[in-house]
């Protein structure tokens, strides 16, 4: 499965020279919890999330919060290129959708734009994680058996049983094709666990 098949348009796409309280309002008026930051022609320029668009709320903890005011500039001339984060993790519409979900589990990112040329063309959030991976049995099904079919030559032995993610391929005894369907149906968003057994 690509990364194409599993991203989402985005929702709120921000400018660098946006105002703080403008990017917060768009964000929790559309329930993300981070946006790409784009300039003119939609190129990547950064990432802000709701923790990012905080920060002059919340000044040096030590000292007199008052003498210490000065070291946050006020919100209304603070802006979306002040706090962002310009070094992303990015992903594109042909990379492997499993290893991005697999790198976002392991690293806690919540949110990876998709660029095409620098462009952002869409976005993977958590919520796409969760749409595209607690999927019902028979869909989980119908992939194995298709991308076992674009693949393997010995598809049409094959049949498969799917109960609660967990993949059972019956149809075939040979070593090497048992370990590359086995390979493909792993790569299927959903599945948790894949058993191969011999023709009986």
Do not use: W
């Amino acid at each position: 499965m690509l990364v194409a098949e599993m991203m989402s348009a985005p929702r709120v796409e921000l400018t660098e020279t946006m105002p703080v309280g403008e990017a917060a309002q768009m964000l929790s008026a559309t329930g993300c919890d981070g946006a790409p930051v784009t300039d003119g022609d939609g190129r990547l320029r950064g990432i802000v999330t709701q923790i990012d668009l905080l920060q002059d709320r919340f000044g040096p903890v030590a000292g007199d919060v008052a003498t210490n005011r000065h070291l946050i500039p006020p919100r209304e001339t603070l802006h979306v290129g002040d706090v962002m984060t310009d070094a992303v993790v990015t992903t594109e519409e042909s990379d492997d959708a499993h290893e991005l979900a697999h790198r976002m589990m392991e690293t806690r990112i919540r949110c990876v734009p998709v660029v095409r040329d620098g462009v952002v063309v869409g976005v993977v959030r958590r919520g796409d994680l969760l749409r595209t991976y607690l999927r019902p049995d028979r869909e989980i099904r119908r992939d194995v058996l298709e991308e076992i079919a674009r693949r393997s030559p010995e598809a049409e032995a094959l049949d498969a049983v799917v109960e609660d993610g967990s993949v059972t391929i019956t149809g075939t005894d040979d070593t090497a094709v048992r370990r590359r369907i086995g390979d493909l149906a792993a790569k299927v968003p959903g599945v948790r666990a894949v058993e191969i057994t011999g023709r009986e």
